[in-house]
């Protein structure tokens, strides 16, 4: 388990309780918070689920595989800070996780 | 029009209605949402269904669009294992399988489509399956394993991805396609040889071509497909994936325009009453990009007409004009789809088929109609936007895979 700040582009902030094991997608969709479309539901297919993850928990969150890397190239406002949400998973390592969302997932 | 106390009635808890309930909350709607649906479960995604649930690696939790309590928490009266039997849309009442009826100011249809069977001999053996509910997932779960012969009747995608899920699990698998092709309705012919080819290499067998006009029992089990030609394939199930017909009945009976499916508008309202919306696989929807209407089945649909009725019912702008995508998993291949191949007059392949990584582009003229991309995510991310765009496209730098998408479409 791990609390996640997810906050919107507007500044808007919701902390939930995310189950380890699920994707930091999953933990957005599944409490409907805005700003996190997740088309796909995680098959890395449509890059609709792009966060910016807060730079001290980047290195926490993992390596992007190379079709990450690729889908994000593809992505509006992508920075340095940027992931797929799916590609994320929760554990209690990340516990304390702050991300936020761009204005728009296209 | 915005009426935040509107009582709200959507007919069908899948992908689309799942969605939808779940926006117009997000959207702030405060007024009463009633969610029925005919299966036993809260909404769930069905794209895992023939792949990662089939092999194992999701489990029904990760399926569910949100957990069950999302529902009660959020007032929505979701209500599982119930169907609409009729709509009266004069007194703008929807009649129940389980005898209560529900009274709405909008009502949103998203009965989606259900599997169309073959009526041939044979039809009713056990081990005959389909695959469109998490119930029949289950069923094929069952009957697919190590050294278990599994017959796919119909080369489309759902058939190819069970073929690919049924491989890793171990069975033997036979795939019948009465057309000459693997995806003959939906792809072009260098990509249909591309996945008979990996699947081929997998161990998938195909009989091409092929009529099949009974299905032999034995026990009232299924044990064989009999095909025109006189020959029959022994198996142990059978998963039929021949298409889908949309669930407009009830529509229908009420006297809405149905194509094929509930005509609607750039709103997903029905074009015959303004109370009434229908969204995802039902409906027959205008898009504009190709200046003509149909019926489309994928998730990016669903979702994107889901935000299109909410927002129409709360009162927000109507989402941007969208570009129509899907995707698939077979194997170790990500195929991703963007686009339609309406009044295609030349086809561009980019990259190498041989090494599992091209992408067919399909133009009209030199606008690009649609790209289907093998481990390509820049073609498929860049096609979406040429797409969207109608912008003329350079086709020599289509053509060069060297050339970087992003210059392709500067």
Same mark, same amino acid.
């Given at each position: 388990?791990?609390?996640?700040t997810?906050?919107?582009h507007d500044g808007?902030?919701?902390?939930?309780?995310?189950?380890?094991?699920?994707?930091?997608?999953?933990?957005?969709?599944? +409490?409907?918070i805005?700003?996190?479309d997740?088309?796909?539901?995680?098959a890395?297919?449509?890059?609709?689920?792009?966060v910016?993850?807060?730079d001290a928990?980047?290195p926490?969150?993992?390596?992007k595989?190379?079709?990450?890397?690729?889908? /994000?190239?593809? @992505?509006?406002?992508?920075t340095?800070?940027?992931?797929?949400?799916?590609?994320?998973?929760?554990?209690?390592?990340?516990d304390?996780?702050r991300v936020?969302?761009?204005?728009?997932?296209? | 029009?915005?009426d935040g106390?509107?009582?709200?009635v959507?007919?069908?808890?899948g992908?689309a209605?799942g969605t939808?309930?779940a926006?117009?909350?997000?959207?702030?709607?405060?007024?009463?949402?009633?969610?029925?649906?005919?299966?036993?479960?809260p909404p769930?995604?069905?794209?895992?269904l023939?792949?990662?649930?089939?092999k194992?690696?999701a489990?029904?939790?990760?399926?569910?669009?949100?957990?069950?309590?999302?529902y009660?928490?959020?007032?929505?009266d979701?209500?599982p294992?119930v169907? @609409?039997?009729?709509?009266?849309?004069?007194?703008?009442t929807v009649? /129940?399988?389980d005898g209560?009826?529900l009274?709405?100011?909008?009502l949103?249809?998203?009965?989606?489509?259900?599997?169309i069977a /073959?009526?041939?001999?044979g039809?009713?053996?056990?081990?005959?399956l389909?695959?469109r509910?998490a119930?029949?997932?289950?069923?094929?779960?069952a009957?697919?394993?190590?050294?278990?012969?599994?017959?796919?009747?119909?080369?489309?995608?759902i058939?190819?991805?069970v073929?690919?899920?049924?491989?890793?699990?171990?069975?033997?698998?036979?795939?019948l396609?009465?057309?000459?092709?693997?995806?003959?309705?939906v792809?072009?012919k260098? /990509?249909?040889d591309f996945? =008979?080819?990996?699947?081929?290499k +997998?161990?998938?067998?195909?009989?091409l071509?092929?009529?099949? =006009?009974a299905f032999?029992g034995k026990?009232?089990h299924?044990?064989?497909v009999?095909?025109?030609?006189?020959?029959?394939?022994a198996c142990?199930?059978?998963v039929?994936?021949?298409g889908?017909?949309p669930?407009?009945e009830?529509?229908?009976d009420?006297?809405?325009?149905?194509?094929r499916?509930v005509?609607v508008?750039l709103?997903a309202?029905?074009? =015959?009453?303004?109370?009434?919306?229908?969204?995802?696989?039902?409906?027959h929807?205008?898009?504009?990009?190709?200046d003509?209407?149909?019926?489309m089945?994928?998730?990016?649909n669903?979702?994107?007409?889901a935000?299109?009725? @909410?927002?129409?019912i709360?009162?927000?702008?109507r989402?941007?004009?969208?570009?129509?995508?899907?995707?698939?998993?077979?194997y170790?291949?990500?195929?991703?789809?963007?686009g339609?191949?309406?009044?295609?007059d030349?086809i561009?392949?980019?990259g190498d088929?041989?090494a599992?990584?091209?992408a067919?582009?399909?133009l009209?003229?030199?606008?690009?109609?649609?790209?289907?991309?093998?481990?390509?995510?820049?073609?498929?991310m860049?096609?979406?936007?040429?797409i969207l765009?109608?912008?003329?496209?350079?086709?020599?730098?289509?053509?060069?895979?060297?050339v970087?998408m992003?210059?392709?479409?500067?």
């Open positions: 388990m791990a609390k996640v997810y906050v919107e808007t902030e919701h902390v939930v309780d995310v189950k380890s094991g699920l994707s930091v997608m999953e933990g957005a969709v599944k +409490n409907n805005p700003g996190i997740a088309d796909c539901g995680g890395c297919a449509c890059a609709t689920c792009h910016y993850v807060d928990w980047l926490k969150t993992g390596t595989s190379a079709m990450e890397e690729s889908m /994000l190239d593809f @992505a509006e406002g992508v340095e800070n940027s992931r797929l949400s799916c590609q994320i998973k929760v554990s209690d390592d990340l304390g996780l936020t969302m761009p204005e728009s997932q296209h | 029009m915005s106390a509107a009582k709200i959507i007919v069908g808890a992908h209605g939808a309930a926006l117009l909350r997000q959207y702030g709607h405060t007024g009463p949402i009633a969610m029925v649906g005919d299966e036993p479960i769930y995604q069905r794209p895992p023939s792949k990662a649930w089939l194992g690696e489990d029904a939790d990760s399926l569910a669009l949100k957990p069950l309590e999302f009660a928490e959020n007032d929505i979701f209500r294992g169907s @609409a039997v009729s709509l009266n849309r004069g007194d703008k009649a /129940l399988s209560a009826t009274s709405y100011d909008f949103i249809l998203a009965t989606g489509a259900r599997a /073959l009526p041939i001999e039809k009713d053996l056990d081990g005959i389909f695959l509910t119930a029949h997932a289950e069923a094929l779960k009957a697919v394993g190590p050294g278990k012969k599994l017959a796919v009747v119909g080369g489309g995608y058939g190819l991805e073929a690919a899920s049924g491989r890793a699990l171990g069975a033997d698998v036979v795939v396609e009465r057309e000459e092709r693997i995806l003959a309705r792809a072009c260098a /990509l249909s996945f =008979t080819g990996y699947h081929q +997998n161990g998938v067998a195909f009989e071509g092929c009529s099949v =006009t032999e026990d009232g299924v044990a064989g009999k095909l025109a030609d006189g020959r029959t394939i142990d199930a059978v039929v994936g021949v889908a017909a669930n407009d009830i529509a229908k009420a006297g809405l325009e149905c194509a499916g005509v508008d709103d309202r029905s074009v =015959t009453d303004p109370s009434i919306f229908a969204i995802g696989d039902v409906a929807r205008p898009m504009p990009i190709y003509r209407m149909f019926r089945e994928s998730v990016p669903a979702l994107e007409q935000k299109q009725a @909410a927002s129409a709360t009162g927000r702008p989402p941007p004009g969208e570009c129509p995508w899907q995707w698939s998993d077979q170790d291949l990500k195929l991703q789809i963007a339609y191949a309406f009044d295609v030349e561009i392949v980019r088929p041989s599992a990584k091209f067919v582009f399909h009209k003229g030199d606008q690009v109609q649609s790209v289907e991309a093998i481990n390509s995510p820049p073609e498929f860049m096609g979406k936007t040429l765009n109608r912008k003329p496209v350079n086709k020599a730098k289509l053509a060069d895979p060297t970087s992003k210059d392709v479409a500067a």
